[in-house]
């Protein structure tokens, strides 16, 4: 994709809202959670409700997605739109 800058834009979708199409329920998943992933989810669903600042961050394959469902599933249940940013850091 080549340098990247805060300046610069990747993407933009103005998108569409449509308050008659919500469901009560956008997210499935049929695994379960560890006692820390709980925690961890629970407190990503608190960030969300309260529209506070949080960074999960833990290492490859910890379930990462899964402890955010219950947090992206509220907010797509109250019409928000949601972006998951990812980065992979290499060292050599």
């Not at 800058?5 to 049929?30: D, H, M, Q, V």
């Not at 379930?63 to 940013?85: S, W, Y």
């Amino acid at each position: 994709m080549g340098k990247m800058t805060e300046c610069g834009s990747l993407f933009y979708f103005p998108g569409r809202t449509s308050i008659s199409s919500r469901k009560s329920n956008y997210l499935a998943w049929k695994g379960e959670l560890s006692p820390g992933q709980k925690i961890a989810s629970a407190k990503v669903h608190h960030a969300v409700v309260e529209k506070e600042n949080l960074l999960l961050w833990a290492v490859a394959g910890s379930g990462k997605t899964e402890m955010m469902f219950e947090g992206m599933n509220e907010v797509l249940i109250n019409g928000g739109r949601l972006c998951v940013a990812s980065l992979e850091w290499t060292f050599v």
